[in-house]
Each structure stands twice: as structure tokens, then as C-alpha cells.
């Protein structure tokens, strides 16, 4: 092709499919720079007395929030919606593309922008050392003067934005553009999590903004809504942030779940056990959400009602996602279980988002969170739900479709080198993490008393082992590019295949509840000549 | 031309039945040319009569006014209570028995195949499966052994139903 085409193809592109591929190159390219950061956060953290910046503690405060900035808005956040959501969703319900095609093209370039504001932010004046919170004053101008702290401001601005707009194309897409014959009841799990994951967008990001905003006047334009000299508020700050920040860690999340249902049906060889019930689960898991937010404050002095109240609304969040545990189990119970690498990240998710759930729920408890506030065992906890549910769920959606989208397939054994490495990394890296809180190690320091070299070096060990797993599995993908085709092209038969169950009358092998594996491989750009039709 | 008569022709085919018999006058008018735009469906005689005839000087035009090509034959049709491209839920008459080997449920198609999504008889009885339903070889449903069948739209021949 020549460069004017591809410069047609990839910068002007309204094709679902070819945005999502770029969301998935520039999620991977964020996540490696994450992963630099995190490096350097555990090589400081590796021993005390400051071993890899020299006490330059606000140089360490600027990594750990580029860190969680780049982690978050652009790795999990783009890969999950924008590359699974924008490649799957349309695909399962039989649509040929978004709804938006153009918005949809907007989505992905304002990212881009927003990518390097964050990147600018962290490298201009003395960076923004006020952790992904953002918490005022920490940001206001005297503590951070210079432009650092309104560049990640409107880096957050800009991926709010992008995130907005999405979300509106994947409500209409859903609602719109479901094929001739599919009611809302026979839309797959995962479409229905991105459904979710973009109302809670729609709802949850303008207060961010709005918070945000008024950041931005207090700093620049003399207002003092979150100041206490000119009558303000700092806590004010907090329950717009986490107005939106609860919500968002089940937008995190959410896409996980639809990724995890639909491996956990593949490697079982059944229909996902009690459908229905998964997806009144997310719904309700969803609007819950918006109710516990002050959760992330009970160390800010709420009276003992408002902190019952958050208490009790957060632990009811339990009960729908156990529903999700649970119907997993059931789905798997029984199954013919293909013990291959998807089902390998998908059981791992299973696991290890359970024990991140279970701390949820100890920090839940106003009185506990007290002491476990601000230290490593909210570390701990929220690692285990992002670093091994949200990322485990990234790699089993790789495994799962990614033969699917590229029609390369990738070295099994490798992969399972991957899964292992990964495992064992994380884990070592982040369950220590739950003793160095118990013990009261707060978070976001980066020298501590020499009581806790032990943990803190075997998590800096456990880290090493994680960034090894993430160059294999760069690896993997590499590999996949470029031997992908003499792997054979096992899409199908990696995941289906041999079927106990099924006939082999059909025109194509693929009989089963998705209408993404019906389609050729990879998927045409416009897969649906005639539409699908459901009788 | 042909692409728009085999469009209605098609969207005849698989509507209901009272609406065919409406339908087989208003595909009946297409034989004829005139370039005068249409404003009712018994009018349209082409594609150069589905053209919108655009707001007077000053004024928002309306849908009616501007729509142009297939989207005016679809508003045009919606005007008359005719559901042009039968976007509606598929209804099936004829399928209220299950399809088998001899007596396949019939899907139409523009291709060789169609993907088809079974889910039960009645509709609604198990979890949709999907599946390739060909022209030459039946699409089988691996829940309840429904056997389906494509026949090609536009092809020359009528629908092998009824
Ligand atoms: C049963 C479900 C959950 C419960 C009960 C729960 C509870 C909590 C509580 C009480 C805190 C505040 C701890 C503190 O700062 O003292 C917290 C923090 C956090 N949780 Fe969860 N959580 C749950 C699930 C999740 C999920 C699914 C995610 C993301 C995928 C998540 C991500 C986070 C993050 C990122 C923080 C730290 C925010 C910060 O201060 O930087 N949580 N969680
Ligand atoms: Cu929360
Ligand atoms: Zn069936």
C-alpha cells in the first residue's frame, strides 16, 4: 500500500476494527512505560535510604503518578474498551461497524494528545508529585507551582474526553445496531459489559471534569473552591474525585468480567451458567457503584452514620459479584476443560480477583480502613483487583481472540512460560505488600524504617519476575507477527476444537453462543455482507 | 435498476403476507420510467424518481423533502405502513415446526451463506447458537438439531418455498 493509503487507512480510519487495533498498539506502548516506572518505583523501594533516587522524593512522587496515570487511562482503559470493546462488540452483535464511525476515529486521536500531556507533565518544571488522586492542596499552586500539575490536568481532560465520547458510541452501537432478530436477551456477556463500562462513563466523568475544572481556577484564576483560606473546601475535592473514581475501578473492571465469561464458556465447552443473572449482576454492581464512593474517605472525618452507611453500601457490592464468582464455578463445573492458556490467565483472574475482592471487603469496614488507610494493604488491594484481575483479563482476551483478530496464532509453550512467569511475579510482588501494611508501612513514601526491608526486597524481587514475564510476552507477540502464519491457523481449534459435543454438518466448524467465531480470519473489514439473522 | 428492484423484490419476499400483495404493485410500477419525483410509493418508478425534491428557499427541509435514494424508498414505504427492508423481529409462519434435513427452515441470502442464530422452536427455547447455513450444504443447530438453509436472493429462479 502506498503511504497515502495507509495514512488513509490508519490516521483517518472509521473502521471499528482498525481503531481498535491502533487502541491496542498505543495501550501496549503505554503499558511499557508503566512497567519502566513501576521498575523504577520498586528499585527505589528495594532497600532503604533511597538507593535509586537519592532522596529525591518528588522525583519518586512523579513516578508513582505517571505510573498510575499511564496504567490506567492508557493501558487497561484503551485495551479493554477501546481495542476488545470497538473489535468485539460490533462483531457480537452483528453490526458492521460503530454506530459513530467518526466520533469513533476522534476517540482514539484525542488520546494520543493526552498521552503526551501526561508524558510533558512529568518532565516539565519538577513534574506533578500529587499522586493520580490529585488531591488539593497537595496540587494547588503553592505546593505545585509551574504548569506540571495543569498539564496532567488536562491530560485528564483530553482521556475524559475520548472516554466520553466512546461511551456515547457504544450506548447508541448497543442499542441501535443489534442485528435483524436479536433482542437485548440473546446479546452476549461481553457486549453487555462494555454497555455498562460506558454508562458508568457517561455518568461518573463530567464530575471528574467538573472537579478537575475547578482545580484548574483555583490554581490560575485566584477562586478557592477547594481552599480553606478563601472558604473552601479540600474535601470537597475528594467526593468529586471519588464520585467518579469508584465507578471508575468497576469501569476497570467491568470489560474483565465479559472477557472472563466468555473464556470460561470456550474452555468449558458450555453456555455461560445463569446469563441472566450475570448480567443483573453488572447492572447492579454498576449502579452500586455510585453509591459507596466515601469508602475512599473514612479517614477524612466523616461522622459514624455517613461511615455506617458507606460501610454497609460497599459490602452489598459483594453480593452481585460473587454471583459472578459463583457462576463461573458453575460454568466450569462439569465442562470439558481445555486446560490451555486462556483458561490458565481466565482461572488465575478468577482466583486472584477473589482475594482482591476479600481485602475489598476488610477496607470496607470504616473502622478497619482507620489504620489499613493510606498504607501498603490498599496497595495490596487494588493490585490484586487491577494488576492480576483487570491485566489478567487483557492477556486471556490476547490469547482468547487474538488469533481470531490477527489470523496469526501464537507459540503455546511460550505462552504458558508467559502465564507462569506472570503469575508467580505478580504474586510475589504484591501479597507481601499485604504484611507491610498490616504493619503499618504507609504508601507513597519513598524511604521507610528498616523493619520492612524484608517484604519490600522480596516484592522488588517479585517485580523483576513481572518484568521479565512482560518481555516474553512482548515476545510472544512478536513472535506471533511474524511466525504467526506457520503456527497454523488454529483461531478455532485452539479454543473449540476437538468437540465432543457438537456436529460437524456445518458449512464453517463453528457452532456456539458468539457470533464473533462465525466469521472469517481474521474478520473481514466489513464482516456481515448479508447480516447475521437470529430465528 | 437492479439493485433496487432486487431489494424490494427481496424485502417482498420475506415480509408478511398482506403486505406482499402491496408490495407486488409497487415493484409492478417499477417497470416504467418517469423522472418525476415521488412523493407516495405507488409512485416510485426508479432510481431517478427517489430523489428528494428539497425545502423551499429559507426553510429547514423536512425528512420527506431531502431524503435521496434508498432512504426515501424506506420513508416513502414507512408512509404506506410498509416496512421496506423488514427491519422488524423475523417472523416466521412457516417455522413454527423445526426445520429439518428434508424440510429446512429457509433463510434468504445475497451470498452463498447466511449466518444464522437458532434459538429454539418456539423462539426463545434455548441459548442462541450461531451458525453457517449454506446454499449447497444445511446449517444444523447443535442445541436442537433445527436444520437450516440458504437460497440466494436475486437469483433468477423463485424461493424453493411455497
Ligand atoms: C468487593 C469489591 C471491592 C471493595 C469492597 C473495595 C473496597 C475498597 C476500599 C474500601 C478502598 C479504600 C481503601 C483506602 O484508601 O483506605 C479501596 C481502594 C481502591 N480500590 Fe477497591 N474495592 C473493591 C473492588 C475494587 C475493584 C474491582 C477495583 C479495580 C478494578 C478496585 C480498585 C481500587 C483502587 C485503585 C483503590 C485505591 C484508590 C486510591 O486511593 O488510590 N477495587 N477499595
Ligand atoms: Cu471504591
Ligand atoms: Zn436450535
Known amino acids: 500500500m502506498s503511504l497515502k493509503l495507509n495514512i488513509q487507512r490508519w490516521l483517518f480510519s472509521t473502521n471499528a476494527k482498525d481503531i481498535a487495533v491502533l487502541y491496542f498498539i498505543f495501550a501496549l506502548f503505554s503499558a511499557m512505560i508503566g512497567t519502566g516506572l513501576s521498575a523504577i518505583i520498586r528499585l527505589e523501594l528495594a532497600n532503604t535510604g533511597s538507593p535509586f533516587l537519592h532522596g529525591n522524593t518528588q522525583a519518586f512522587n512523579v513516578v508513582i503518578t505517571a505510573h498510575a496515570i499511564l496504567m490506567i487511562f492508557f493501558f487497561v482503559m484503551p485495551a479493554l474498551v477501546g481495542g476488545f470493546g470497538n473489535y468485539l462488540m460490533p462483531l457480537m452483535l452483528g453490526a458492521s461497524d460503530m454506530a459513530f464511525a467518526r466520533l469513533n476515529n476522534i476517540s482514539f486521536w484525542l488520546l494520543v494528545p493526552s498521552l503526551i500531556l501526561i508524558l510533558t507533565s512529568a518532565l516539565v518544571e519538577a513534574g506533578a508529585g500529587t499522586g493520580w488522586t490529585v488531591y488539593f492542596p497537595l496540587a494547588g499552586i503553592q505546593s505545585h507551582s509551574g504548569p506540571a500539575v495543569d498539564l496532567a490536568i488536562f491530560s485528564l481532560h483530553l482521556s475524559g474526553f475520548s472516554s466520553l465520547l466512546g461511551a456515547i458510541n457504544f450506548i447508541t452501537t448497543f442499542i441501535n445496531m443489534r442485528t435483524i432478530g ?303 502464519l506457520h503456527q497454523g491457523n488454529k483461531a478455532l481449534d485452539s479454543q473449540f476444537k476437538p468437540s465432543f459435543m457438537g456436529t460437524n454438518l456445518n458449512v464453517e466448524g463453528y457452532t456456539g453462543p458468539t457470533l464473533e467465531w462465525t466469521v472469517s480470519t481474521p474478520p473481514s473489514l466489513h464482516a456481515f455482507n448479508t447480516p447475521a439473522v437470529l430465528y | 435498476m437492479f439493485a433496487l428492484r432486487r431489494s424490494l423484490l427481496s424485502a417482498g419476499r420475506i415480509a408478511r403476507p398482506q403486505q406482499v400483495a402491496r408490495f407486488s404493485s409497487a415493484s409492478a410500477l417499477l417497470q416504467h420510467k418517469a423522472v418525476k419525483p415521488a412523493e407516495k410509493l405507488s409512485e416510485v418508478t426508479g432510481p431517478e424518481s427517489l430523489i428528494g425534491t428539497s425545502a423551499a428557499p429559507g426553510t429547514v427541509p423536512t425528512d420527506l423533502e431531502q431524503e435521496t435514494g434508498l432512504a426515501r424508498l424506506e420513508l416513502l414505504g414507512k408512509m404506506d405502513g410498509i416496512d421496506i427492508f423488514d427491519l422488524g423481529p423475523v417472523i416466521r409462519p412457516q417455522h413454527s415446526v423445526k426445520g429439518t434435513p428434508d424440510d429446512p427452515i429457509w433463510v434468504p441470502t445475497y ?52
Open chain 1, 182 to 484: 436479536m433482542k437485548y436477551e440473546n446479546v452476549p456477556l461481553f457486549a453487555w459489559a462494555v454497555l455498562f463500562t460506558a454508562i458508568l462513563l457517561l455518568l461518573s466523568l463530567p464530575v471528574l471534569a467538573a472537579g478537575l475544572t475547578m482545580g484548574i481556577f483555583d490554581r490560575n484564576f485566584n477562586t478557592s473552591f477547594f481552599e480553606y483560606a478563601g472558604g473552601g473546601d479540600a474535601v470537597l475535592y475528594q467526593h468529586l474525585f471519588y464520585w467518579w473514581n469508584h465507578p471508575e475501578v468497576y469501569i476497570l473492571i467491568i470489560p474483565g468480567f465479559g472477557i472472563i465469561s466468555h473464556a470460561v464458556s470456550a474452555i468449558a465447552s458450555k453456555p455461560v451458567f445463569g446469563v441472566q443473572g450475570m448480567i443483573y449482576a453488572m447492572w447492579s454492581i454498576g449502579l452500586l457503584g455510585f453509591c459507596v464512593w466515601s469508602h475512599h474517605m473514612f479517614a477524612v472525618g466523616l461522622d459514624s452514620d455517613t461511615r455506617a452507611y458507606f460501610t454497609s453500601a460497599t459490602m452489598v457490592i459483594a453480593v452481585p459479584t460473587s454471583i459472578k464468582i459463583f457462576s463461573w464455578l458453575a460454568t466450569l463445573y462439569g465442562g470439558t476443560i481445555r486446560l490451555n492458556v486462556t483458561a490458565l490467565f481466565a482461572l488465575g483472574f478468577i482466583f486472584l480477583f477473589t482475594i482482591g475482592g476479600l481485602t475489598g471487603v476488610v477496607l470496607a469496614n470504616s473502622a478497619l480502613d482507620i489504620p489499613f488507610h493510606d498504607s501498603y494493604y490498599v496497595v495490596a488491594h487494588f493490585h490484586y483487583v487491577l494488576s492480576m484481575g483487570a491485566v489478567f483479563s487483557i492477556f486471556c482476551g490476547w490469547y482468547l481472540w487474538s488469533p481470531k483478530i490477527l489470523g496469526l496464532h501464537y507459540n503455546e509453550r511460550l505462552s504458558h512460560i508467559h502465564f507462569w512467569l506472570m503469575f508467580i511475579g505478580v504474586n510475589v510482588t504484591f501479597f507481601p505488600m499485604h504484611f507491610l501494611g498490616l504493619q503499618g508501612m504507609p504508601r507513597r513514601i519513598n524511604d521507610y524504617p528498616d523493619a520492612f526491608i524484608g517484604w519490600n526486597q522480596v516484592a522488588s524481587l517479585g517485580s523483576i519476575i513481572s518484568i521479565v514475564a512482560s518481555i516474553v510476552f512482548i515476545y510472544v507477540v512478536y513472535d506471533q507477527l511474524t511466525n504467526g
Open chain 2, 111 to 162: 451470498d452463498n451463506s447466511r449466518i444464522v442464530g437458532c434459538s429454539g422452536t418456539p423462539h426463545g427455547s434455548h441459548e442462541v447458537q450461531w451458525f453457517h447455513a449454506g446454499v449447497d450444504k444445511v446449517g444444523r443447530c447443535d442445541e436442537c438439531g433445527a436444520v437450516y438453509r440458504a437460497y440466494e436472493l436475486g437469483a433468477d429462479e423463485e424461493a424453493p418455498h411455497h
